[in-house]
């Protein structure tokens, strides 16, 4: 099946609980016999940390990570490496990111001692109303075609980012993209699985084949993937800047192919596009400042999670035990009743975001929690009354700037439709609206949609600690707490904590975040005993088997006392860790 981090929302086969459960006898000892012979660290780690003084990059593929660091050693600094990875990463892993998608970032300055936000997501189009929907028969947006399609707001996050911290010129960072454009990289195992299985759903919509699928088919695991077309695109940029994506030829061809192609994104979408910069939002947990970017992305869920688990004795209830899992899943499904009524463009709604996140807020929905046994589903919160798949990267450099940063085309490889001669594809974010009238995340032109990526990070004391992030759709939030809580609750180190197993509750198969009245699925990942998943299911959890859906992760961890940086990097996916 695909991944949530490479189709960010669809609920994933499972199997009843007498088969879940006969699966887990017959395979989990031999995953612990396979894992167990590690010298250092707990069985289930693949890896050391690695670490190192200089600087360091942490993302999903090699190739990007060596580009960071080559980056960094030529003189630019994290925000350039961070900006030449991620052009790199569109184009070695279109499966999950591109220029035709959206960003956000996290940025620690060191010079200004000071967390900056950027949302870099784009809106929908001014020409396409709900009322077209209606006359279409339509009670959800498409996942594939024109009609998901919102402005990419990727390429203006790269200018602000650049304007506001770079140091090279953009010639110079967007070059190894470029070059590896041009001469091509061989592909990846993963990256090949996920690019033949998105295939058969996007070669029927105009310029996928010709941009994708060289030889009549996706590209096989070594085989050696160009993309000129791409190469074109990025020089352009590089050397005429955002302009030339938002008003200038790339503007006029995406422009030229919407209308061809029956699309409602325009010219003037694209000019009129800006990014937002946004304060991040924390929360303390345990003595740990966690930072999220606020709505209209999902990061304030992983924060109301870690608020309402704060009230428990985790650390007494121990890693894997039946009492931890109940309590993370009924606190994720807390923290989603809100997600689903509240999260959306805070352009188009008053975000009761300081009331979500605050401590008084969690104490009353943590009084819902029955300790012995599973809630089929919780009322959405009134915290009004208070107050009367996607790519992770992290990089992080010689002047202690750190870069926590996501980017995503929504599901996969995006809407299916690549522009004439542009070498990308373009996202299908709009479909995370809704249709319902009068709901936050209603469609509407103009808006932006409810974002399920989210980049993180995590201050002690006021100093940088850890920049990190989970892939995934509404796997993210629930990574996002688990990875805090393995690390602060059950002493894991930085790696330790990305490659533990994982919990994974789903509310529904719909990407918007409708809640289920049965109390939806829990999946718990290989590596779980077998008498947690025998005793959740008594205490009336739905348990079922999931392969795949469990996120990507990578992280940099800043260690004061030794001035030097620890990086991670887990074994899902091809991400990789690396530092000088």
Known sequence: ????????????????????LLLLFAFFPIRILMSADRITGKPFATRSEVIARHAMAATSQPL?????????????????????????????????????????????????????????????????????????GLTKVPTHGPLPV??????????????????????????????????????????????????????????????????????????????????????KIAKGGRDVFYR?????????????????????????????????????????????????????AALQILNILEGFDIRKMGFGSKDYVHHFVEAKKLAFEDRAKFYADPAFNKIPTKAL???????????????????KSYPPGDPLLENGETIYMTVADKDRNMVSLIQSNYRGMGSGMCPDGLGFNLQDRGELFNLQEGHFNSYAPGKRPFHTIIPAFVTKDGRPYMSFGVMGGATQPQGHAQIIINMVDFDMNLQ??????????????????????????????????????????????????????????????????????????????????AGY
């Not at 960010?8 to 609980?17: E, G």
């Not at 980012?161 to 953009?170: D, W």
Request: charged share 25%; glycine share 10%.
């Open 1 to 20: 099946m695909v991944s949530m981090s490479q189709h960010d929302s669809p609920l994933s086969r499972y199997v009843p609980i007498r088969i879940f």
């Open 64 to 136: 990007a990570t060596q580009v960071a660091l080559d980056i960094m050693k030529q003189g630019g600094n994290a925000i350039d490496a961070a900006i030449a990875a991620n052009a790199v990463l569109g184009l070695v892993e279109p499966t999950g990111n591109g220029i035709g998608g959206d960003l956000f970032a996290i940025v620690w300055h060191n010079e200004s001692q000071k967390l900056h936000g950027l949302n870099a997501s784009g809106r929908s189009p001014q020409s396409l109303t709900l009322e077209e929907f209606k006359k279409l």
């Open 150 to 235: 919102s402005v990419p707001g990727c390429v203006d996050g790269w200018f602000e980012l650049h304007e506001k911290f770079g140091h090279l010129p953009m010639e110079e960072v967007l070059a190894p993209a470029i070059r590896y454009a041009r001469e091509g990289f061989p592909v990846t195992e993963l990256i090949a699985f996920y690019w033949d299985r998105s295939v058969p759903v996007q070669e029927e919509w105009p310029g996928f084949r010709e941009t994708y699928m060289p030889g009549g088919r996706a590209p096989r695991k070594g085989e050696i993937f160009k993309n000129p077309m791409l190469a074109d695109t990025l020089e």
């Open 248 to 300: 200038g030829e790339i503007a006029r061809t995406i422009d030229a192919f919407m209308k061809r192609e029956g699309g409602f994104l325009s010219y003037e979408d694209l000019a009129s596009h800006s990014s937002d910069w946004v304060e991040p939002v924390s929360t303390d947990y345990r003595g740990y400042t966690v930072w999220e970017l606020p709505p209209n992305g999902q990061g304030i």
């Open 357 to 375: 996140i605050s401590k008084k807020y969690a104490a009353e929905r943590r009084k819902l929690i029955d300790p012995s046994r599973a809630s």
């Open 496 to 577: 330790e904590a990305g490659d533990a197993p994982r919990i994974l509750h789903r509310n529904s198969s719909q990407p918007t975040g409708e809640v289920m009245s049965d109390g939806g699925l829990v999946t718990l990942e290989t590596g779980f005993p077998y008498e947690t998943a025998r005793e959740l299911s008594l205490m009336r959890h739905k348990i079922g088997v999931s392969v795949g859906p469990y996120g990507g992760y990578q992280a940099i961890l800043y260690d004061a006392e030794n001035d030097v940086y620890y990086g991670a990097s887990e074994s899902r996916k091809d991400g990789h860790a």
